[in-house]
């Protein structure tokens, strides 16, 4: 328990790394409980990570696939995380009518997140004041630290009771579709069996150098969210600053 930190030579080897952990975890959720659950992120870096895993022989039975954000545009847009998993992921697996739990994004935001919070409860069977426990919950890591779409300032960084929220990214230099968001929560991002975080490239390198080796502040810095059972799976680029 606690965080370990993983370095392979290539973005694919620590992608590969990453997506064999997640099965190995999944499979042992699956057996222990009848049913593993999952959150992932979209973004570039774990596209190669699905890529992998849609090839390997795995038995995707009784997985409930949920996301960790996304974009509030619709599922066929170009940046969709949804679109992204789909492409990479689901199409491609030997999966079978896979569980797939999308947040709505051509929904206005504010009904979004609630219809994504109303499907969470239900499907993971919740009271109204319980916190889902993920079995996985697959993050990334954006050059300027922030992870799901809890970005620095953000104050939902701090909240501890809602499972997801609408966000706003105020960054001009985003494209302005892409701003309005839907994202788990600090609280639920804690609360997970595991977590596992991909992260590599030499862009990466000084946000990284921050998360693992900075002061602990994840208002400032939220790729500091951890669950109690963290592991971090980076290149030697993004490595560089350790």
């Known amino acids: ?28 959720a699956r057996r222990d409980r009848g049913i593993a659950t999952i959150a992932l ?24 696939l949920f996301q960790v954000d996304e974009r509030c545009v619709p ?6 995380n949804f679109r992204m998993i789909r492409e990479s992921l689901q199409d491609s697996a030997p999966i079978e009518k896979i569980a797939m739990h999308r ?10 997140a609630t ?17 889902p426990e993920f079995d996985v919950i697959q993050r990334g890591m954006g050059p ?17 009771t809602h499972i997801a929220a609408a966000v706003y990214v105020d960054n001009p230099d985003m494209p302005a579709a892409t701003r309005h968001r839907v994202t788990l929560l600090g609280g639920v991002l804690e609360r997970a069996r595991h977590t596992l ?16 080796r900075g002061p602990a502040n994840p208002f400032e810095t939220p790729s500091q969210i951890a669950s109690p059972d963290t592991t971090w799976y980076i290149d ?7």
């Open 236 to 242: 030697q680029a993004a490595a560089s600053r350790l």
């Open 144 to 160: 300027d630290a922030h992870t799901a779409s809890l970005f620095p300032g953000e104050p939902l960084i701090r909240d501890q």
């Open 1 to 28: 328990m606690g965080t370990e930190i993983l370095i392979f030579d290539t973005a694919l080897k620590a992608a590969e790394a990453c997506g064999q952990q997640t099965l190995n975890l999944l499979e042992e």
């Open 103 to 112: 947040i709505q994004g051509e929904l206005p935001p504010p009904e979004a």
């Open 41 to 64: 992120s979209g973004g570039s870096t774990p596209r190669l990570m699905f890529q992998w895993m849609s090839k390997y022989p795995f038995e995707w039975r009784a997985i409930e």
């Open 75 to 80: 599922p066929g847009d170009p940046s969709s």
């Open 115 to 131: 219809a994504y919070v109303k499907d969470v409860r239900t499907v993971l069977h919740l009271d109204g004041g319980t916190l």
């Open 197 to 212: 975080c991909l992260a590599t490239g030499e862009e990466k390198a000084e946000a990284l150098y921050r998360v693992l």
